[in-house]
Nanobody, 115 residues
Framework: QVQLEESGGGLVQPGGSLRLVCVGS????????MAWYRQTPGKQRELVAS???????DYTDSVKGRFTISRDNAQNTVYLQMNSLKPEDTAVYYC?????????WGQGTQVTVSS
């Protein structure tokens, strides 16, 4: 059973940076498509960025040029580097792992962008 643990969230001023970290256990993440989602109260969870096992990445339009997703299979870890943060990036960020037959979520980490 895959378990995902996020860290790296916190309070940051507009224009600042954070790096989210998702560490997997229970299975190797090499063959999973990994992604970061975010959710604010009253809204649906939104896909922010994804990275396939081969390294191909995709981003929602609102974060293109500011966020970078990456993975280190040797460390069973996925990262989300967030730069030029805006107040509208405030949300709980969730790590997600999926294959054709299974999906797994982390518990989430709060990111708050405020002056």
């Amino acid at each position: 059973q895959v378990q995902l643990e996020e860290s790296g969230g916190g309070l940051v001023q507009p224009g600042g940076s954070l790096r989210l970290v998702c560490v997997g256990s229970g299975a190797l993440l090499d063959f999973y498509t990994m992604a970061w989602y975010r959710q604010t109260p009253g809204k649906q969870r939104e896909l922010v960025a994804s990275i396939r096992s081969a390294g191909y990445t995709d981003y929602t339009d609102s974060v293109k040029g500011r966020f970078t997703i990456s993975r280190d299979n040797a460390q069973n870890t996925v990262y989300l580097q967030m730069n030029s943060l805006k107040p509208e990036d405030t949300a709980v960020y969730y790590c997600h792992a999926r294959t054709m037959v299974e999906k797994h979520w982390g518990q989430g980490t709060q990111v708050t962008v405020s002056s």
